[in-house]
């Protein structure tokens, strides 16, 4: 029989809905009810494509007898941590807090009134590792409950008394100049790997943020250390098993140092920002790698994850079937010689192993292995590589495909438009950018409401119940951004506007200029969430300093100019410390410290193959942050084109910057020497 999550609309909620536990899903009802009873709750967060989530799950939550003690003794609170990002954020900080580390699944048990007492993550069927089983922590639980309530009082007091004193030491609204983004990338520099590439030790995730301020500190001071850490990582990534050698995408990060073996799920936000890190690299470069590796992972994003409604799905699971019965990790994507014998035949199978890494021993499990493009001396034949890729490519098509999370979020296919756009317009693919255009359409035409309120989620075009955190208005209004300048379409610049409108009024401490996580009027959780770091994605912070220096190069803004440069005073304290952790703002200060440009290209009505030429050249200058605005001569669809006229009848391009503004040219080569620091 169904519990209580059979009529919830995200895949991983829908995932535990026939489970016995019976499971609440995130409301005031669930501790209403938990108060009537007099029990305290279990707090289980997770999301669709986490592993070790399912193991639990199997393990535990379908376990008839844990279901029945779970039932009797506590209230059981499900959540997704993709559709409440600001729960999981308030609880995840005590996590870690209480113990050092976190992760999902996260085991949170609280009071009634929401306020936590006990800490864990995975808890195993049975103790092992030092790890006590799930069985015993419900039992320790109860047991505390009701023999030391008022201890147990005592310390969720505590616990929320410093979390609450856990304020962020914001520093001033200064923004960062350039001593601390010198010192920033000497920091990433002590930190880098220069055998493998990427930063730090094992697990190795892609640094997309902190490679996108590389290269805007390479556009604007020309340090070549800078360019030289991100190409390399790049290159690393691409020839690794992190990269789908043959299917395009990234996965989520690599076990080892060496990009090797994935963690297989591919999640949509990594896709969509590597995507426009690789197509910005051969924006700087020319690199025939990096033009590969942009067109295939956007193909992947629009072949595997766009969604009937236009979006883009989430995530693809790392699990599958093994065609054996058993869901096994990355089951889907590697490869034994045997198996390459099967699909290939002996002396094309031979070629293939020498070509992608595939060894009798393996790289991976149970003999199989990871398809990599090992650094080597050997020279292969360009078509039968190509034949070789196609038939594996329908051979792996026969498996049992991963399980896909459907559900669109604001956020994650805001990232995915300005990708898709960007990466469209350089290389000349329309059907990228009307890609980027349908996923825009949706979230107006489902996510936004009249008010300019933006919905979290959706699932198979009907809208979640989730308010939009500050992430959400962000990337969406970066994304919309984004296709104004490769459009021309000033509809973007104004669907932006409002987006940016609900940053200032709700999300924004008018006093200090720092961005909270959750609007003023959102729900009341134990705190407000509030966090400028970037993880997986750019924080809200980061990203909503980013746009609104964008809209505010686009219009003039003053107000949206302040806010930006107040918000980036966190990034002056942060950045020159832990400079892998902000990448992202620090990116929107090289932004700030080159202008950022505004350009605009006037051409005559109609067709115009001149103005065109001069609109490619604008979207490939390099300088940080430079906005683009292109229409018709007398067109006041964006700001920037007010007034402009065309030099002697012919398609015009003008370049300001810092409040002043350049001589108009007619002449691309001399427009992209201009938006080429």
Same mark, same amino acid.
């Given at each position: ?12 909620? !829908? ?53 029945d003690y779970l039932n009797e003794h506590f209230l059981s609170v499900k959540v997704d941590r993709e559709e409440r990002p600001d729960v999981d954020a308030v609880y995840m900080e =005590? ?53 030391? +309530? ?80 991100? @190409? ?46 690789? $197509?910005? !690299? ?11 590796? =942009? ?72 003999? $199989? ?21 196609? +038939? ?60 300019? +309120?933006?919905? @979290? ?16 208005? =962000? ?104 400079? @892998? ?62 007034? +402009? ?28 020497? @201009?938006?080429?620091?």
């Open positions: 029989m169904a519990n209580r999550l059979a009529h919830e609309t995200s895949p991983y909620l !829908l995932q535990h809905a026939d489970n016995p536990v019976d499971w609440w899903p995130w409301s005031a009802e669930a501790f209403e009810e938990a108060r009537r009873r007099g029990v305290p709750v279990l707090l289980s967060v997770g999301y669709s494509s986490c592993h070790w989530c399912h193991v639990m799950a199997h393990e535990s939550f379908e376990d008839q007898a844990t279901a =005590a996590v870690q807090a209480a113990t050092g580390q976190g992760g999902w699944p996260m085991t949170v048990f609280l009071t009634p009134d929401a306020e936590p007492f006990y800490f864990g993550t995975y808890f195993p069927p049975a103790p092992r590792h030092g790890m006590p089983s799930f069985r015993q922590v419900l039992e320790g639980v109860r047991h505390a409950w009701t023999d030391r +309530r008022e201890e147990v009082a005592e310390v969720a007091g505590k616990i929320v008394r410093d979390l609450a004193g856990r304020e962020i030491a914001y520093g001033d609204d200064v923004a960062p100049g350039e001593q601390e983004l010198a010192q920033a990338l000497l920091g990433l520099t002590r930190e880098y790997d220069p055998q493998r590439g990427g930063f730090g030790g094992a697990p190795k995730f892609p640094p997309s943020m902190v490679i996108e301020f590389l290269l805007r500190h390479h556009a604007r001071t020309g340090a070549e250390g800078a360019l030289q850490m991100a @190409r390399d990582t790049c290159e690393r990534m691409a020839r690794g098993g992190i990269y789908d050698q043959l299917g395009g995408g990234f996965a989520r990060y690599s076990v080892d140092r060496d990009w090797t073996v994935p963690h297989f799920e591919k999640m949509l936000y990594d896709n969509a920002l590597l995507c426009r890190v690789y $197509a910005h !690299l051969w924006r700087a470069t020319g690199s025939e790698l990096a033009r590969r590796v =942009a067109l295939e992972t956007a193909d992947f994003m629009v072949r595997e994850l766009r969604t009937a409604e236009g979006g883009f799905a989430s995530a693809l699971d790392a699990d599958s079937d093994d065609g054996a019965g058993r869901h096994v990790e990355g089951a889907y994507y590697v490869w034994t010689p045997t198996q390459l014998t099967e699909v290939l035949g002996a002396e094309d199978a031979k070629e293939a192993a020498q070509y992608f890494g595939v060894t009798e021993a393996g790289t991976f499990e149970e003999g $199989a292995s990871v398809l990599q493009l090992p650094q080597q001396d050997g020279v292969f034949d360009a078509d039968k590589i190509a034949s070789i890729k196609e +038939r594996l490519s329908a051979a792996r098509a026969a498996r049992p495909a991963p399980g896909r999370d459907d559900k669109v979020v604001a956020a994650w296919n805001g990232l995915a438009i300005a990708a898709l756009a960007e990466t469209g317009a350089y290389f000349d693919r329309p059907d990228l950018v009307d890609a980027a255009v349908a996923a825009a359409d949706l979230l107006v035409r489902l996510h936004l409401d009249d008010r300019a +309120r933006l919905a @979290r989620t959706s699932k198979d075009g009907h809208v979640g119940a989730n308010a939009g955190v500050l992430e959400d208005y =962000a990337d969406v209004a970066e994304g919309f951004l984004a296709l104004a300048s490769v459009t021309g379409e000033g509809v973007w610049l104004e669907f932006a506007g409002f987006l940016l409108d609900q940053v200032l009024v709700r999300f924004a401490d008018p006093e200090s200029g720092a961005l909270y996580d959750t609007a003023a009027d959102a729900e009341r959780l134990i705190r407000r969430p509030q966090d400028p770091t970037d993880n997986a994605v750019p924080s809200g912070w980061s990203a909503a300093a980013g746009a609104l220096l964008s809209y505010a190069a686009h219009t003039g803004s003053e107000p949206h100019r302040t806010a930006a440069e107040r918000a980036l005073g966190v990034v002056k304290a942060l950045g020159p410390r832990v400079p @892998r952790f902000i990448g992202w703002g620090l990116a929107v200060a090289e932004a700030l410290l080159d202008g950022p440009r505004e350009v605009a290209v006037v051409g005559r009505a109609g067709g115009d193959p001149a103005a065109d030429e001069l609109h490619r050249a604008a979207l490939l200058g390099t300088a940080p942050g430079a906005v683009v605005a292109r229409g018709a001569l007398g067109s006041e669809e964006f700001p920037l084109l007010v007034d +402009r006229v065309l030099v002697e009848g012919v398609a015009t391009a003008y370049v300001c910057r810092g409040f002043v503004c350049e001589l108009p040219t007619t002449d691309a080569d001399a427009l992209r020497d @201009r938006l080429t620091p």
